[in-house]
């Protein structure tokens, strides 16, 4: 027997669950790509990107997912032998060094912790010991959405600034961007790029990249450009040349309602929104905790994101199990535990189109696939975290 029926409910970090809006937008016909309305619409998203990323630099939007994002920074930025360090805080800065590594640079791990953020007083050591500025990019994740970490990039931005090192601060926001706060200008990042299908809630296929003048002057004399990336190619006056071609116009659709709403809401209030039900996740997973079996992959509390959280589960238990308990019986899909974490627990992503009912139905569902399965855990975890929201969300 089954108790799932219409909807399945997505609780992995990406693709996210859309809103009816976003798909509605979608539905119409193609547009002439050569009118005003295409030009306007090209304008109102670059501008609101920047907006995002709070950035007066240059927004480039690719068709393209977040490793084609990955991969068309690099190229802009790069020249053959660069050499880059990456700050290691689980898998995605890892990912995005091995790009680096296969296009021709010389990739330099900061080796971190599965467990742990990156901290930034490592990051200003190894800067002042590389006293001829060898080191021509950083590397980082806001969000590592296979360990679930949250990395201070404030902070590693000033221990660059204080190790007084010029290398470019390159910052991956996929995981993060619409979902809390980011401030490219002000916490000294030089290029930030992101995708479209996780906080902003629209499908896959979107890769965004936000560059400032100082990577647009390394970017002049980078030898890993190609055409499709190119940041000079995207500025020619053409409108077509900003999507190096035909422009994915039904993505845009959908990005400019999602943005719309993510704007209607107010950027703080959908910060607020994530920070109270990521909160609500883990009110529960701590009582859980308590049985010695789940526990949380940070163990940091500061440095849990407020998008994604990575569930361990220990004492032989298969998280296998429960996900397809969760899957099949109840119509929620779990994030499997990817990298370090495969085969040894699950994550429960909390980004984008979030609310209410769809945390605590998912929290209710694992509740229910806990006691299935006779796996331990603390009982009355789903109970903590309607306790936190009737606490803090007031009447
Ligand atoms: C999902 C993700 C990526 C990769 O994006 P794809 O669209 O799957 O290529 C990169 N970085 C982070 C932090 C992510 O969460």
Redesign the pocket.
């Known amino acids: 027997m089954t108790v799932r029926a219409g909807r399945e409910f997505l609780a992995i970090?990406?693709p996210t669950n859309m809103p009816d809006e976003v798909l509605r937008a979608m539905h119409r016909p193609a547009l002439d790509i050569y009118s005003d309305e295409m030009v306007e619409l090209t304008d109102s998203l670059l501008c609101d990107l920047g907006e995002l990323f709070a950035t007066k630099g240059r927004c480039y939007i690719h068709i393209a997912?977040?490793?084609?994002a990955?991969e068309g920074v690099l190229s802009n930025v790069l020249s053959r032998g660069d050499k880059v360090l990456v700050l290691e805080s689980g898998r995605?800065a890892i990912?995005w060094g091995d790009t680096a590594a296969a296009m021709g640079a010389e990739v330099e791990v900061l080796k971190g912790d599965w467990r742990r953020a990156v901290r930034p007083a490592e990051v200003e050591a190894r800067l002042r010991q590389d006293r001829n500025h060898e080191i021509k990019a950083i590397l980082a994740?806001q969000?590592?959405?296979a360990s679930g970490a949250f990395n201070d990039i404030e902070a590693i931005g000033k221990a660059i600034r204080a190790a007084g090192h010029p290398a470019l601060f390159m910052v991956?926001a996929?995981?993060s961007l619409g979902c809390m706060p980011f401030e490219m200008d002000a916490w000294g990042i030089d290029v930030a790029m992101s995708?479209s299908?996780?906080g902003l809630m629209t499908p896959?296929g979107l890769g965004f990249v936000a560059a400032n003048d100082r990577a647009r002057e390394v970017h002049k004399t980078a030898d890993l450009r190609t055409p499709y990336w190119d940041w000079t190619e995207r500025e020619g006056l053409e409108h077509y040349r900003k999507y190096a071609g035909t422009a994915p116009v039904h993505l845009l659709f959908a990005l400019r309602q999602a943005i719309d709403m993510l704007f209607d809401e107010k950027l703080e209030n959908a910060f607020l929104r994530h920070r109270l039900l990521a909160e609500a996740v883990r009110r529960a997973v701590a009582v859980w905790g308590e049985g010695q079996v789940l526990g949380f992959n940070i163990t940091e509390p500061s440095e849990r994101s407020n998008t994604v959280t990575a569930v361990v589960m220990n004492g032989g238990h298969d998280p296998g199990a429960l996900h397809r308990y969760c899957k099949e019986k109840c119509g929620v899909v779990l994030g499997t535990g990817i990298g370090e974490l495969q085969g040894q627990g699950f994550r429960i992503a909390h980004m984008g189109h979030i609310n209410a009912p769809m945390i605590l139905g998912t929290l209710g569902v694992i509740e229910v696939g806990l006691g299935a399965l006779d796996i331990p855990h603390g009982g009355g975890g789903t109970r903590a975290a309607i306790d936190w929201l009737a606490e803090t969300v007031s009447a």
């Open positions: 970090p990406g997912n977040g490793h084609g990955w995605f990912g994740v969000v590592d959405t991956d996929v995981a995708g299908q996780k896959p």
